[in-house]
């Protein structure tokens, strides 16, 4: 399946099409509206006070309820943009946003209100094709979880057992100790306070891939495949797979995992490698971790450049903003990851 995205954050309207979707395949809306709504703003004190229904609109692809195997479009409302909030950044673009890439790629001609395309918004026709891509896998005993790993510094219990991921998905807050959840609110709300945002982490498993898909060739490779929707996710700054940065850490003995058989297949003890040995799938799940950056937009006045007579300046951002946008971005990653794993599969 492949997917384009469309829309801005304060156009009419965003959404998505998708094409290459298997025919016949039962469009849950139930299901689809619920991963929708794990992103949506406006829903507590943790995310920007936009308010959005995010409630999506098939235009195409459907019938009787089922897919029809062209091409699969969907659209959602924007309803609650505060556009004039955002005039300044015609000239003033905001240190860590794409507004001044944006500005010289697309020669000025680029929507700047609210990131135009560039905007987290653009992430619930994101989330609608995961869940479409959620619903194929589902077909073939696939299945996606994720938690929220760290935020500012605080970091949730290490997950031993990727099935427990698939639990988290009623959880507001997706988090194994509730604890560690509520320190990280805890940071997210301090820097709002401060005018400031926080960054943090998503530890992501697809369950139940195969072994022997991909290939060590760029086009094929299965970390390749996954790093490249992964990256499509705004704030995303860094992927690792498995132990990740932690290998640098480590010797061979310690990072290498162990070959068993159990129940008649070839399993390892340990999953340091992520589910991946040279660009193929070894069978175990494949884990990863995403980084994201805190939300360039902030409160604090910051030092820019006014594109207009080049002069520097200072600018405090205006608007509404997450202060944090890991907690909405799970969904995302998930997304994400389905998107992949239907592309590692070949569908």
Same mark, same amino acid.
């Given at each position: 399946?492949?997917?384009?995205?469309?829309?801005?954050?304060?156009?009419?309207?965003?959404?998505?099409?998708?094409?290459?979707?298997?025919?016949?395949?039962?469009?849950?809306?139930?299901?689809?509206?619920?991963?929708?709504?794990?992103?949506?703003?406006?829903?507590?004190?943790?995310?920007?006070?936009?308010?959005?229904?995010?409630?999506?609109?098939?235009?195409?692809?459907?019938?009787?309820?089922?897919?029809?195997?062209?091409?699969?479009?969907?659209?959602?409302?924007?309803?609650?943009?505060?556009?004039?909030?955002?005039?300044?950044?015609?000239?003033?673009?905001?240190?860590?946003?794409?507004?001044?890439?944006?500005?010289?790629?697309?020669?000025?001609?680029?929507?700047?209100?609210?990131?135009?395309?560039? &905007?987290?918004?653009?992430?619930?026709?994101? #989330?609608?094709? /995961? *869940? @479409?891509?959620?619903?194929?896998?589902?077909?073939? +005993? !696939?299945?996606?979880?994720?938690?929220?790993?760290?935020?500012?510094?605080?970091?949730?219990?290490?997950?031993?057992?990727?099935?427990?991921?698939?639990?988290?998905?009623?959880?507001?807050?997706?988090?194994?100790?509730?604890?560690?959840?509520?320190?990280?609110?805890?940071?997210?709300?301090?820097?709002?306070?401060?005018?400031?945002?926080?960054?943090?982490?998503?530890?992501?498993?697809?369950?139940?891939?195969?072994?022997?898909?991909?290939?060590?060739?760029?086009?094929?490779?299965?970390?390749?495949?996954?790093?490249?929707?992964?990256?499509?996710?705004?704030?995303?700054?860094?992927?690792?797979?498995?132990?990740?940065?932690?290998?640098?850490?480590?010797?061979? &003995?310690?990072?290498?995992?162990?070959?068993? #058989?159990?129940? /008649? *297949? @070839?399993?390892?003890?340990?999953?340091?490698?992520? +589910? !991946?040995?040279?660009?193929?799938?070894?069978?175990?799940?494949?884990?990863?971790?995403?980084?994201?950056?805190?939300?360039?937009?902030?409160?604090?006045?910051?030092?820019?450049?006014?594109?207009?007579?080049?002069?520097?300046?200072?600018?405090?951002?205006?608007?509404?903003?997450?202060?944090?946008?890991?907690?909405?971005?799970?969904?995302?990653?998930?997304?994400?990851?389905?998107?992949?794993?239907?592309?590692?599969?070949?569908?």
């Amino acid at each position: 399946m492949e997917y384009v995205i469309f829309g801005e954050s304060h156009g009419p309207a965003i959404g998505v099409t998708l094409t290459g979707v298997p025919a016949g395949l039962e469009l849950d809306m139930d299901f689809i509206q619920r991963q929708m709504d794990r992103r949506a703003p406006g829903r507590d004190a943790l995310s920007t006070a936009r308010r959005e229904t995010d409630v999506p609109t098939v235009l195409s692809g459907v019938f009787h309820g089922r897919t029809t195997g062209t091409p699969l479009a969907a659209v959602i409302p924007n309803a609650d943009q505060h556009s004039q909030d955002y005039r300044d950044l015609a000239h003033l673009p905001r240190p860590g946003h794409s507004d001044y890439a944006a500005f010289v790629r697309y020669g000025g001609a680029n929507d700047y209100r609210g990131g135009g395309h560039f &905007s987290g918004r653009l992430t619930a026709p994101l #989330v609608f094709a /995961g *869940a @479409v891509a959620q619903l194929v896998l589902a077909q073939r +005993g !696939v299945k996606i979880g994720a938690h929220i790993s760290e935020i500012y510094g605080v970091s949730d219990a290490v997950c031993h057992d990727p099935a427990q991921l698939l639990d988290l998905r009623d959880k507001p807050f997706p988090v194994l100790d509730d604890e560690k959840g509520e320190a990280m609110r805890q940071a997210i709300l301090d820097a709002k306070a401060e005018g400031d945002s926080v960054g943090g982490a998503i530890e992501c498993a697809v369950i139940g891939l195969p072994a022997g898909l991909g290939d060590p060739d760029a086009g094929r490779n299965v970390e390749g495949i996954f790093s490249h929707h992964l990256f499509a996710v705004p704030a995303v700054k860094a992927v690792g797979f498995g132990a990740g940065v932690a290998f640098s850490y480590m010797r061979g &003995s310690e990072a290498n995992d162990p070959f068993a #058989v159990e129940d /008649g *297949a @070839v399993v390892t003890r340990t999953n340091h490698a992520g +589910g !991946v040995n040279g660009g193929i799938t070894n069978g175990m799940p494949v884990v990863f971790e995403v980084t994201l950056r805190p939300t360039p937009s902030i409160a604090l006045p910051q030092q820019t450049v006014d594109l207009d007579d080049l002069s520097e300046t200072e600018y405090a951002v205006k608007g509404r903003h997450d202060p944090c946008v890991v907690q909405r971005a799970v969904p995302a990653i998930e997304a994400a990851a389905a998107l992949a794993a239907c592309q590692v599969l070949g569908l």
